[in-house]
């Protein structure tokens, strides 16, 4: 059975940086697309080998996700970060072959959330 375990969530203040990661267990790694989502909102994905990343808008230039098949972990690093990033962050697995995915529902695999509060 494949589980997610996110970590690295925190309270921080606005403009410093944080990394989540996300560790898969219980099948191999790198048949998924991985993606990183705010509640069911779309953050950002990365594609089955890490050559292809996709983002929202508003991180566009802030968040970076990455992916190390070998430690079977996914990564989003956050720069300059402000109160309106506050939320639960959600990692996901995708089986799915097409890309981009950036639905909710064409994810199949969620983990427990990580929460992140930026102050002012």
């Known amino acids: 059975q494949v589980q997610l375990v996110e970590s690295g969530g925190g309270l921080v203040q606005a403009g410093v940086s944080l990394t989540l990661s996300c560790a898969l267990s219980?099948?191999?790694?790198?048949?998924?697309?991985m993606a990183w989502f705010r509640e069911r909102t779309f953050v950002a994905a990365i594609n089955w080998g890490g050559?292809?990343?996709v983002y929202t808008e508003s991180v566009k230039g802030r968040f970076t996700i990455s992916r190390d098949n070998a430690k079977n972990t996914v990564y989003l690093q956050m720069i300059s970060l402000k109160p309106e990033d506050t939320a639960v962050y959600y990692c996901?697995?995708?089986?799915?072959?097409?890309?981009?995915?950036?639905?909710?529902?064409?994810?199949?695999?969620w983990g427990q959330g990580t929460q992140v509060t930026v102050s002012s």
């Open positions: 996901a697995a995708s089986g799915g072959r097409h890309w981009p995915i950036k639905r909710a529902d064409e994810y199949d695999y």
């Open positions: 219980g099948d191999t790694f790198s048949r998924y697309a």
């Open positions: 050559s292809e990343t």
